[in-house]
T-cell receptor, first 108, second 115 residues
Framework: RKEVEQDPGPFNVPEGATVAFNCTYS??????FFWYRQDCRKEPKLLMS???SGNEDGRFTAQLNRASQYISLLIRDSKLSDSATYLC?????????FGKGTRLHILP | NAGVMQNPRHLVRRRGQEARLRCSPM?????VYWYRQLPEEGLKFMVY????????ESGMPKERFSAEFPKEGPSILRIQQVVRGDSAAYFC?????????????FGQGTRLTVV
């Protein structure tokens, strides 16, 4: 089983809709969790950290489920500018491990 | 505080030449990661280094690829005798590491083209 897994997509979603991604991790000792965004031909950039109690930043909500070992990202009222690849990342033993990303296309 | 700096941004090499990619981490960061990304594909982990130590090189091809992070100076990813299949974007990321590992910050990448 891969350390961090994501559905590669693409998710094709109409503008204004709500979309959610999950990311599963294999090691229950994983310590910290993040979502990154990568635009085409650019470097990944941190979108938000994921806290145990869940956290929200505007239209974005991140959740952590330690029992089932997954994190989620919810995007409400999606915009065309949300089109990107979303990567989850977990830390374990001083190392950051990335998933391969989920591609999101917001359709006008 | 400058971010992660990678150079060159673009590198063209003929088959059989050597490619050297440089990464200067953010100030105060002692952990460096290298990733390779082929067009339309995800990030592929290559190697994880701390100052003067390779911690995890499980993603590095067994031949032609090497990485270092010396006590002074940038981290270097070296590809010897490049082949067309080495053409990709190579991203470097750095983090604080340790207990407060926090998030990783990426450089803008080096796009290697082998002709």
């Amino acid at each position: 089983r891969k350390e961090v897994e994501q559905d590669p997509g693409p998710f094709n979603v109409p503008e204004g809709a709500t979309v959610a991604f999950n990311c599963t991790y294999s090691n229950s000792a994983s310590q910290s969790f993040f979502w990154y965004r990568q635009d085409c031909r650019k470097e990944p950039k941190l979108l938000m950290s994921v806290y145990s109690s869940g956290n929200e930043d505007g239209r974005f909500t991140a959740q952590l489920n330690r029992a089932s070992q997954y994190i989620s990202l919810l995007i409400r009222d999606s915009k065309l500018s949300d089109s990107a690849t979303y990567l989850c990342a977990v830390t374990l033993d001083d190392k950051i491990i990335f998933g391969k990303g989920t591609r999101l296309h917001i359709l006008p | 505080n400058a971010g992660v700096m990678q150079n060159p941004r673009h590198l063209v090499r003929r088959r059989g030449q050597e490619a050297r990619l440089r990464c200067s981490p953010m100030k105060g960061h002692s952990h460096v990661y290298w990733y390779r990304q082929l067009p339309e594909e995800g990030l592929k982990f290559m190697v994880y280094l701390q100052k003067e130590n390779i911690i995890d090189e499980s993603g590095m091809p067994k031949e032609r690829f090497s990485a270092e992070f010396p006590k002074e100076g940038p981290s270097i990813l070296r590809i010897q005798q490049v082949v067309r299949g080495d053409s990709a974007a190579y991203f470097c990321a750095s983090s604080l590491g340790g207990q407060g590992i926090g998030e990783a910050f990426f450089g803008q990448g080096t796009r290697l083209t082998v002709v």
